[in-house]
């Protein structure tokens, strides 16, 4: 009777089928893009059209294969278990197993006991990070591995976070770094992020066996960690079909039950519900569109006010937020009307974007207009004040202090979420008392919502807005980005509805801010004037969520992406004043 064994991970579904004398006759590997049934049932359809509607002996395993197995009626078998059960038949001389997958990564080390190690709360070191960094390098997966053939230097990248690695790779990008350093350095922050988190000071010696599909397909990973480890070429086990070996391990379980190909695929099509109402929810958004006409009607009060460039006259002030990824420029009156706004990204070259957008300024600005002074902020606060003469340069805290201030004056907390980054300033006595920032994690940034928004197919915008009016909003906790994919999939499975998960991340982004960022203990803590800036806060379903866990209501200016922008153009105008101030000061005591 044949042998076949499934293998659901957290990105892609593996099967294999064996005949009597355990040769290989079918084998798939194919992502699943968080649609679990329907590619199992895919790739089973296939094994029907190469290999016949064929009884076989069957177990499943997997990060996701624990549900689908109570649908299919087949046994589970532990992920662990397989991949042992694997290697200690086709390759027993291992004595260290490292395996890497979408969001897990696993190191197993073989002999009088076997111990297996495994990342728990972070999936920085595995494939989902590489497809991440990939997108920043405009490739993918194996574009990377093709880049880092042609490496020279290995820069220093974090890989504690998915996401707060962008932090490390951008700028390199911005600098002009050759993308084929960059990418063998991704891959060797892989290889640190592996032995650091897994090995935690235990040596890997003897025969070293590499599984798992990033390290099946990418070949200069391998070789990082070859190098890094130092193993010689006889100790390498690189086997046949490595990213096969836990759907093998289920083909060669003991425990399991005999059915047709095609009753397989009839009973995940029948015993799974569509209409099930997903578990762990918590408290809707908004009530009804009434409630939400209301709650935007309040929100609308805090608008910045503009004025026509073409009608301006006399001193104006430019204010310059240089992001890693993005460039804001804002144009403001001695009112502090805004008269010119830009809010775009550099494209890796943050110089050549804000030059482009100043000639631009110069283009609509009158005759009888002239910018009397401009402040600058931000990662690229140095480059752009020495290039361009810029007058004054400034923290990005002050910056943002200021621009909430003018909008909520007396405030005494912001926060401030952005794509990658978050900072929770406390003000008091009208200055700055005290700032946190996250340092390893971006899970409560703008990109750990846009991750999803992707990975499920959505536009940032629209996942935004179906999270408003979701009936179930599921109750995601506030893992690693990366991670928390796995529980996405679970609360599919249970029949949340996109809304349902949206609505959950938006939770999600305001828990891990206020009780991993911020540690906060009380709401009171927070303070009454509280001001909520950072284009994350955009997204109207984090911004409720903001104010229903704290239980406050708060500031979200119209222009919160820009506020750093804003705040220097303030600043400018303020330096100004005061030097105007002082030389009429000195020429009435002259006189």
Same mark, same amino acid.
């Given at each position: 009777?044949?042998?076949?064994?499934?293998?659901?991970?957290?990105?892609?579904?593996?099967?294999?089928?064996?005949?009597?004398?355990?040769?290989?006759?079918?084998?798939?590997?194919?992502?699943?893009?968080?649609?679990?049934?329907?590619?199992?049932?895919?790739?089973?359809?296939?094994?029907?059209?190469?290999?016949?509607?064929?009884?076989?002996?069957?177990?499943?395993?997997?990060?996701?294969?624990?549900?689908?197995?109570?649908?299919?009626?087949?046994?589970?078998?532990?992920?662990?278990?397989?991949?042992?059960?694997?290697?200690?038949?086709?390759?027993?001389?291992?004595?260290?197993?490292?395996?890497?997958?979408?969001?897990?990564?696993?190191?197993?080390?073989?002999?009088?006991?076997?111990?297996?190690?495994?990342?728990?709360?972070?999936?920085?070191?595995?494939?989902?990070?590489?497809?991440?960094?990939?997108?920043?390098?405009?490739?993918?997966?194996?574009?990377?591995?093709?880049?880092?053939?042609?490496?020279?230097?290995?820069?220093?990248?974090?890989?504690?976070?998915?996401?707060?690695?962008?932090?490390?790779?951008? &700028?390199?990008?911005?600098?002009?770094?050759?993308?084929?350093?960059?990418?063998?350095?991704?891959?060797?922050?892989?290889?640190?992020?592996?032995?650091?988190?897994?090995?935690?000071?235990?040596?890997?010696?003897?025969?070293?066996?590499?599984?798992?599909?990033?390290?099946?397909?990418?070949?200069?990973?391998?070789?990082?960690?070859?190098?890094?480890?130092?193993?010689?070429?006889?100790?390498?086990?690189?086997?046949?079909?490595?990213?096969?070996?836990?759907?093998?391990?289920?083909?060669?379980?003991?425990?399991?039950?005999?059915?047709?190909?095609?009753?397989?695929?009839?009973?995940?099509?029948?015993?799974?519900?569509?209409?099930?109402?997903?578990?762990?929810?918590?408290?809707?958004?908004?009530?009804?569109?009434?409630?939400?006409?209301?709650?935007?009607?309040?929100?609308?009060?805090?608008?910045?006010?503009?004025?026509?460039?073409?009608?301006?006259?006399?001193?104006?002030?430019?204010?310059?937020?240089?992001?890693?990824?993005?460039?804001?420029?804002?144009?403001?009156? &001695?009112?502090?009307?805004?008269?010119?706004?830009?809010?775009?990204?550099?494209?890796?070259?943050?110089?050549?974007?804000?030059?482009?957008?100043?000639?631009?300024?110069?283009?609509?600005?009158?005759?009888?207009?002239?910018?009397?002074?401009?402040?600058?902020?931000?990662?690229?606060?140095?480059?752009?004040?020495?290039?361009?003469?810029?007058?004054?340069?400034?923290?990005?805290?002050?910056?943002?202090?200021?621009?909430?201030?003018?909008?909520?004056?007396?405030?005494?907390?912001?926060?401030?979420?952005?794509?990658?980054?978050?900072?929770?300033?406390?003000?008091?006595?009208?200055?700055?008392?005290?700032?946190?920032?996250?340092?390893?994690?971006?899970?409560?940034?703008?990109?750990?919502?846009?991750?999803?928004?992707?990975?499920?197919?959505?536009?940032?915008?629209?996942?935004?807005?179906?999270?408003?009016?979701?009936?179930?909003?599921?109750?995601?906790?506030?893992?690693?980005?990366?991670?928390?994919?796995?529980?996405?999939?679970?609360?599919?499975?249970?029949?949340?509805?996109?809304?349902?998960?949206?609505?959950?991340?938006?939770?999600?982004?305001?828990?891990?801010?206020?009780?991993?960022?911020?540690?906060?203990?009380? &709401?009171?803590?927070?303070?009454?004037?509280?001001?909520?800036?950072?284009?994350?806060?955009?997204?109207?379903?984090?911004?409720?969520?903001?104010?229903?866990?704290?239980?406050?209501?708060?500031?979200?200016?119209?222009?919160?992406?820009?506020?750093?922008?804003?705040?220097?153009?303030?600043?400018?105008?303020?330096?100004?004043?005061?030097?105007?101030?002082?030389?009429?000061?000195?020429?009435?005591?002259?006189?």
């Amino acid at each position: 009777m044949y042998k076949t064994g499934i293998d659901v991970g957290s990105t892609t579904v593996k099967v294999v089928v064996f005949d009597e004398d355990n040769n290989l006759l079918f084998a798939r590997y194919e992502r699943h893009y968080s649609d679990v049934k329907t590619a199992t049932i895919k790739v089973l359809q296939e094994a029907i059209s190469e290999i016949g509607d064929q009884v076989v002996s069957i177990a499943i395993t997997g990060s996701g294969g624990m549900g689908l197995s109570d649908a299919a009626e087949i046994p589970f078998v532990q992920e662990v278990i397989a991949a042992t059960t694997t290697v200690e038949k086709l390759i027993p001389q291992t004595d260290v197993v490292i395996e890497l997958g979408g969001e897990d990564a696993k190191m197993t080390f073989f002999g009088d006991a076997l111990e297996q190690r495994m990342n728990g709360t972070c999936a920085g070191g595995t494939g989902a990070f590489i497809d991440q960094m990939a997108e920043l390098l405009k490739t993918d997966a194996n574009g990377v591995n093709e880049l880092a053939k042609g490496y020279e230097t290995i820069y220093p990248i974090a890989s504690r976070c998915g996401v707060f690695a962008k932090t490390d790779v951008q &700028p390199l990008i911005n600098e002009g770094a050759r993308k084929e350093d960059i990418a063998a350095s991704i891959f060797q922050a892989v290889v640190n992020q592996t032995i650091a988190g897994l090995a935690s000071g235990r040596k890997i010696t003897g025969n070293i066996a590499f599984l798992g599909g990033p390290l099946y397909f990418m070949s200069e990973l391998r070789q990082r960690f070859i190098e890094t480890l130092n193993i010689a070429p006889e100790n390498v086990i690189f086997p046949e079909n490595p990213q096969l070996f836990v759907a093998m391990g289920a083909a060669f379980d003991e425990d399991q039950t005999v059915l047709k190909i095609s009753q397989i695929i009839d009973n995940l099509n029948h015993n799974t519900s569509e209409s099930l109402v997903p578990k762990n929810t918590l408290d809707v958004l908004f009530k009804d569109q009434n409630e939400l006409d209301i709650w935007r009607q309040r929100h609308n009060e805090a608008s910045a006010q503009y004025k026509d460039i073409a009608n301006a006259s006399g001193p104006v002030f430019l204010g310059i937020d240089a992001g890693s990824t993005t460039s804001k420029l804002i144009l403001t009156d &001695p009112d502090g009307n805004i008269l010119f706004q830009h809010y775009g990204s550099n494209k890796g070259q943050p110089l050549e974007s804000v030059i482009a957008v100043i000639k631009e300024i110069y283009h609509q600005l009158p005759e009888e207009a002239y910018i009397a002074r401009s402040c600058v902020t931000g990662y690229g606060e140095n480059l752009i004040k020495a290039a361009l003469r810029v007058d004054y340069g400034e923290v990005e805290t002050v910056a943002h202090f200021k621009a909430a201030n003018y909008f909520n004056p007396g405030v005494d907390f912001i926060l401030d979420i952005g794509g990658q980054d978050m900072k929770a300033m406390s003000v008091q006595d009208g200055a700055l008392s005290s700032i946190q920032l996250n340092e390893a994690c971006s899970s409560g940034c703008g990109s750990f919502i846009e991750t999803f928004a992707k990975s499920l197919k959505y536009d940032v915008k629209d996942f935004a807005q179906v999270a408003l009016l979701a009936e179930h909003p599921v109750d995601l906790g506030s893992k690693c980005t990366v991670f928390m994919n796995s529980k996405v999939k679970q609360v599919q499975k249970e029949g949340a509805t996109v809304a349902d998960i949206s609505a959950g991340l938006s939770y999600s982004v305001i828990k891990n801010a206020l009780y991993k960022v911020i540690k906060l203990k009380r &709401p009171e803590d927070l303070g009454e004037k509280i001001v909520v800036q950072g284009g994350t806060f955009y997204n109207e379903a984090v911004l409720r969520a903001f104010e229903l866990v704290s239980g406050r209501e708060v500031v979200r200016p119209s222009i919160a992406g820009l506020m750093g922008a804003y705040g220097c153009a303030l600043i400018a105008q303020e330096k100004y004043e005061d030097e105007i101030h002082a030389q009429t000061h000195e020429a009435v005591a002259m006189t």
